[in-house]
């Protein structure tokens, strides 16, 4: 129910008439298309309800990552009719978003309070044909006082976004998946350290990684003890560095709705 509460409240608080629209923008015009049809979806079927938009905009072969959720085009408008059904929260909270794209990739950063507990959620589209095709996700609840997502949200178009994944790939692979702590200060700035890292892994591995100028993202599985784990991670990179760090994890339920997996 982790998943659904979280998606839930989502499209009761979102509204992206806010500063999303400064804090997305980009050069590219089939990014900024998709992007702009991201805002269009959580605007319009998660703080709306709009089941019309939803049905023009998620493709027929729609494939479903979250577990909870049934896969393809009908799995989500179920969904999202019963998301419509459930209570309203009274004097919801503005959510914290964070959008970064690449190519046909959109992710959405966000920290959400739900039933007074914040979640740090991560959603993550793929667009094809300008159409909604497939979708992956985690939350994970905040426990404590600091919060896992706010902080900066505007692109640095100064930054390199290939340069910068290179560097995040670098910094996964040699020190967080290959334990070469002596490379640690290669790849950080000042103000973090290997500690704000999760490195007791048994396995690890990484998945995907899409940047946006000063903005990185990975998409990755780990395994501890047993478990299994997905996880994403938000850089933000400034001159070359990793200056800002975020992770969204989540534990992967042995039953799903699916038969697609998490990731």
């Known amino acids: 129910m982790a998943n659904i509460s979280t998606m839930f409240c989502m499209m009761i608080l979102i509204s992206c008439k806010t500063n999303s629209h400064t804090m997305i923008k980009t050069d590219l015009k089939n990014e900024n298309s998709n992007k702009q049809l991201i805002l269009d979806f959580y605007s319009k079927v998660f703080g709306q309800g709009n089941e019309k938009f939803a049905d023009a905009v998620i493709a027929a072969d729609y494939i479903q990552h979250n577990p909870t959720v049934k896969t393809g085009k009908t799995g989500f408008m179920e969904f999202l009719a019963l998301l419509k059904q459930m209570p309203k929260p009274e004097n919801p909270k503005q959510p914290f978003m964070r959008f970064i794209c690449e190519d046909n990739f959109v992710a959405v950063h966000s920290q959400i309070e739900f039933m007074g507990k914040e979640n740090a959620t991560v959603d993550f589209y793929r667009i094809e044909n300008g159409l909604i095709s497939e979708h992956w996700d985690a939350v ?123 990731i």
């Open 140 to 262: 994970q609840e905040i426990v404590g006082s600091k919060p896992k997502v706010i902080g900066t949200v505007a692109i640095d178009g100064q930054e390199n976004s290939a340069v910068n994944k290179k560097i995040v790939a670098r910094f996964v692979e040699q020190v967080l998946i290959g334990k070469q702590t002596a490379k640690t200060t290669d790849f950080l700035g000042d103000g973090l350290h290997l500690s704000d890292f999760e490195t007791d892994y048994d396995s690890f591995r990484l998945h995907r990684v899409i940047g946006e100028h000063n903005f990185v993202m990975t998409q990755s599985e780990f395994e501890k003890a047993g478990t299994r784990f997905v996880q994403y991670d938000m850089y933000r990179l400034s001159n070359g560095s990793i200056v800002e760090y975020w992770t969204v994890r989540q534990m992967i339920p042995e039953h799903m709705a699916h038969a697609n997996g998490m």
